[in-house]
């Protein structure tokens, strides 16, 4: 049977220079389905577009807390404003969770908050195995966004997956995201693969994109994040 080329990524948070470059990346690896993993919007300064991007590009959807919150009752008129009713609607209506099976393994599809707490890669697997079981079935690996950080970690319970993200990514600052090759929808083993997808973009263009938006909110966290991976936004 045919393998399928599954492309998973989220976080884009308004930065449209790395969302072009991992565009860019798109084109020459021509994934058969691309899956948004939320956070499309928030932090960065072009949330509009990274919302209108998303909509386009991705044929598969989940919302990520900064979608909700900023949909729902977050004060965030800077980005509320960018967006309209029509986007903000949008971003309310996305599902929390999805499924997806690949080589006879049935993951379990999610940003992390606000289903889960944000998993990170090196938890304990007493605090990362219940959540392999959820929606009254035992699941063979959990995919999500959140951390910002990609990684692939094999558990008693099953995989333990993180796409990384595409606009504002924490340690190296690039663009990062999932590629899952192997076949869909099958019930039986069989190979499978997991990449992550690593992209450099122009972090000093998207710098000069956030100071043309003097009222961005935490501006100078976001330039200092795009820049350096370090996360600055303490208390939020």
């Known amino acids: 049977m045919k393998k399928t080329k599954i492309l998973l990524l989220g976080d884009l948070h308004g930065n449209m220079t790395a969302t072009l470059a991992m565009e860019r990346q798109m084109q020459d690896m021509e994934p058969d389905e691309v899956w948004f993993l939320g956070d499309a919007v928030g932090k960065g300064p072009e949330n509009a577009r990274a919302c209108d991007w998303v909509r386009e590009h991705c044929q598969y959807f989940v919302g990520g807390n900064w979608d909700y919150g900023i949909a729902g009752d977050w004060q965030a008129e800077f980005y509320q404003k960018q967006l309209g009713e029509e986007r903000l609607r949008w971003l309310r209506e996305l599902p929390t969770e999805l499924e997806l099976t690949v080589s006879g393994i049935c993951f379990r599809v999610f940003h992390g908050r606000p289903v889960t707490p944000q998993f ?46 595409v606009g504002n990514s924490h340690g190296v600052p690039k663009a990062h995201a999932l590629l899952i090759e192997g076949i869909k929808n099958s019930p039986t083993e069989a190979p499978i693969t997991f990449s992550v997808i690593s992209v450099p973009y ?35």
């Open 120 to 165: 990170q890669g090196f938890d304990e697997e007493s605090v990362l195995a219940p959540h392999f079981h959820a929606n009254g079935k035992t699941y063979g690996g959990l995919i999500s966004a959140d951390t910002h950080r990609p990684y692939i970690r094999t558990l008693q319970n099953g995989y333990l997956i993180n796409t990384g993200s």
């Open 202 to 236: 122009d972090n000093e263009a998207e710098v000069a994109a956030a100071r043309r938006y003097p009222d961005l909110p935490r501006q100078e966290a976001y330039i200092s994040e795009i820049r350096t991976g370090v996360y600055s936004r303490w208390g939020m």
